[in-house]
């Protein structure tokens, strides 16, 4: 791996449901594995340890799944980048996108993490924030994801909050909505080795 390379650690693949941040993620790292390691979705592996999805839980649960997906989030990103120490990690999703489903909202979600939203911005490399599906009417709700709940509507509101909470971020860069997912792959794909050849 070149230096460059060695330099970009950690990029976040996020944004709103129904914008293949799963699939782009393990497809781009099954298909170069000397190079990515993928890091998984807390709150998929969450809902599904507790086999229920956010708007079937009460306040209290809401908290306690958040707190959860924050603590697994740390802990992946951890080992892996150990075991793992010569590949960038591809990140489905990062720690900012819990304060997006805290019920009182990013700040206090902050407070109860013990951490800064800049702080929690400074832990990755890049973030490249993908347009939801929804935003052409290609949306499937929980069709292929059964923890998703948003409606069309939701789903553009949650990438919208996104790029606000991650707006922060000094290498934030944004793909759009495609009409064919594998479209969207390639073009992740090129905008991470634009990413590794500027640092």
Not at 56 to 61: F, H, Q, V
Not at 68 to 73: D, G
Not at 107 to 134: C, G, K, Q, S
Request: aromatic share 8%.
């Amino acid at each position: 791996m070149t230096s460059a390379a060695a330099a970009v650690r950690k990029i976040v693949i996020t944004g709103g449901p129904g914008s293949g941040k799963t699939v782009i993620a393990h497809r781009l790292a099954d298909g170069n594995r000397d190079r990515f390691v993928a890091v998984p979705e807390a709150a998929t592996q969450v809902y599904d340890l507790l086999s229920t999805r956010w708007d079937r839980l009460d306040l209290a649960g809401r908290f306690d799944a958040q707190r959860r997906m924050y603590a697994l989030q740390l802990e992946q990103e951890s080992r892996l980048a150990a075991t793992h120490p010569e590949k960038i990690l591809l990140l489905d999703r990062g720690t900012i996108d819990g304060a997006a489903y805290w019920p009182e909202g990013p700040e206090p979600f902050w407070r109860d993490r013990n951490t800064t939203h800049a702080a929690e911005l400074m832990r990755y490399d890049a973030v490249i924030l993908l347009e939801t599906a929804a935003a052409i009417g290609l949306y499937d709700g929980d069709e292929s994801n059964f923890c998703r709940f948003e409606d069309p509507a939701a789903a553009i509101a949650s990438g919208e909050l996104l790029r606000q909470l991650w707006s922060g971020h000094p290498h934030l860069h944004f793909v759009a909505a495609y009409q064919k997912i594998d479209e969207k792959v390639a073009a992740v794909g090129s905008l991470i080795d634009v990413i590794v050849r500027q640092r």
